[in-house]
């Protein structure tokens, strides 16, 4: 999804970070991890964080001596900060970068999105390497993020744009609607449910039931919630019919 789009951390000071790094560029299918003078290097702490799913992408990382030289076949780059103040202008947020960044590789360009120390992040002469800012919006009270979330909140809206077509959960997406023959045998089913239960009064049940046929209306259930329902009515009846000595 993310091809041609590439992190690069500076200077991270844990392959732990790293390797939680790693397993978000998987989830969001960013191909490639270029590292700037990482301070501890070391590929046995970084695996169990990344899980054996993107452990290719440890293999592959890129190392670097500086900044410069990792940004140097990149066309456009973006540098990440939690300070907007002094001239840190245009500042972007990742959601109005996202159409730009996509929009960038579509185009034959190569982006690389760049991320600090965890402890300091960038400074003024590594941003002034970068083509353009982003900051990630947090509260007054908590103004940075772990490595990895910063990564994945990037990666996430990077990955929103990317999508040619709107993001379906799998699942029963064509289950229709009950229609209204089904919804009145559900009504009736839960009519006679309810008062064998006595939960509705037998001399006025229809009155009770009006609540419940506006609460049924308001969450319009799809048939295999129909089916569900009409279900948990027979089982709750077979129920009462054992209890109370009458044939099933």
Not at 57 to 63: K, M, T
Not at 86 to 105: C, F, Y
Not at 133 to 160: G, H, R, W
């Amino acid at each position: 999804m993310l091809e041609n789009i590439d992190v690069i951390l500076f200077r991270p000071k844990y392959p732990e970070n790293i390797g939680s790094v790693a397993r978000a560029c998987k989830n969001m299918g960013c191909g490639q991890i270029v590292l700037v003078d990482p301070w501890n290097w070391n590929i046995d702490k970084a695996l169990p964080l990344a899980t054996h799913h993107a452990r290719h992408l440890l293999d592959n990382v890129r190392i670097h001596a500086t900044l410069a030289e990792a940004l140097a076949p990149y066309s456009f780059s973006y540098g990440t900060t939690a300070r907007t103040g002094g001239w840190r202008k245009s500042i972007q947020t990742p959601e109005e970068a996202a159409p730009q960044i996509i929009e960038q590789r579509n185009t034959g360009g190569s982006v690389a999105i760049v991320f600090g120390p965890e402890d300091k992040g960038l400074t003024n002469d590594e941003t002034e390497l970068c083509n353009h800012l982003l900051t990630i919006p947090t509260t007054d009270s908590l103004t940075s993020l772990n490595l990895s979330q910063a990564v994945m909140v990037v990666l996430y809206e990077c990955f929103k744009k990317s999508l040619t077509k709107p993001f379906k959960i799998a699942g029963q997406p064509k289950d229709r609607y009950i229609n209204h023959e089904e919804r009145e045998i559900l009504f009736s089913e839960l009519r006679e449910t309810l008062i064998d239960i006595d939960y509705l009064k037998p001399e006025n049940p229809d009155y009770f039931m009006l609540s419940i046929k506006r609460i049924l209306n308001r969450v319009n259930p799809r048939l295999n919630e129909y089916n569900q329902l009409m279900g948990l009515c027979r089982q709750i009846q077979r129920i009462v019919n054992i209890a109370k000595g009458r044939q099933a």
